[in-house]
């Protein structure tokens, strides 16, 4: 292995990193308002809930299935990151509630 693939492998790496850490930061938000919402209006709150159900939809399924299929260590990353922050994220604001 040459030099230069060692650094594309680092920089995909990063990149899911990267990505993951914004995707879990807003996909913990995106579920509190969602709680929130169906938690004072029922299920019907659902309906108002529409963007961060997107958001949720895009980040946990539609771009990792198209991060992983250009490259493999960068959509590893990504989802070993957000599925570990997310988690991380979601367990602190129910422990501090």
Request: one cysteine or more; glycine letters at 10%.
């Amino acid at each position: 292995m040459d030099i230069g693939t060692l650094i594309n492998y680092i920089l995909y790496a990063l990149s899911g990193f990267c990505f993951g850490i914004f995707a879990s930061r807003y996909s913990v938000l995106s579920c509190l308002k969602i709680k929130e919402r169906v938690a004072a209006s029922g299920i019907g709150g659902l309906i108002t809930t529409l963007p961060q159900l997107l958001f949720l939809l895009v980040c946990f399924f539609v771009f990792p299935a198209w991060f992983i299929t250009r490259t493999p260590i960068g959509g590893f990353f990504y989802c070993a990151v957000l599925i570990y922050f997310f988690s991380q994220g979601y367990r602190t604001y129910i422990k501090n509630r």
